[in-house]
């Protein structure tokens, strides 16, 4: 498969560039006082919302913190309940399978005892 001859060649090197315009916009100096009033005015009403809002904020975010802590305690205990049930039941098994280990060994000895005797009486 062929390729193509890609982009065209650009007719003229020589592009212009539009230049900027040396002169900055002219911004009015920080130290206006009106601009400095309209600052701290705005400060203030900051300042005031933050008072105002502030404590319901953090109170909203206690509360939170809290039921993550209560719902992670309560996971905590659900698990170790868990846990200890689980090894209760496996206590309970262990114990259960040795008692029967042990019954069927007694039944493989009395076995074992019946069949020699019967070959002692055999012989």
């Not at 039921?67 to 200890?84: F, M, N, W, Y």
């Amino acid at each position: 498969m062929a390729r193509g001859s890609g982009p065209a060649p650009l007719a003229s090197t020589t592009t212009q560039i539009p230049q900027l315009p040396t002169k900055p916009v002219h911004v009015p100096p920080p130290n206006q006082p009106a601009l400095n009033y309209a600052y701290q005015a705005h400060e203030l009403i900051n300042l005031e919302l933050m008072k105002r809002h502030e404590t319901n904020l953090w109170r909203a975010y206690n509360q939170d913190t809290d039921q993550t802590r209560a719902s992670i305690v309560l996971a905590g205990q659900a698990l170790a309940q868990g846990i200890e049930q689980t090894n209760v039941k496996r206590k309970r098994d262990e114990t259960q399978n040795e008692r029967d280990l042990q019954q069927k060994k007694r039944q493989l000895y009395t076995l074992m005892n019946n069949v020699q005797s019967v070959r002692r009486a055999l012989d």
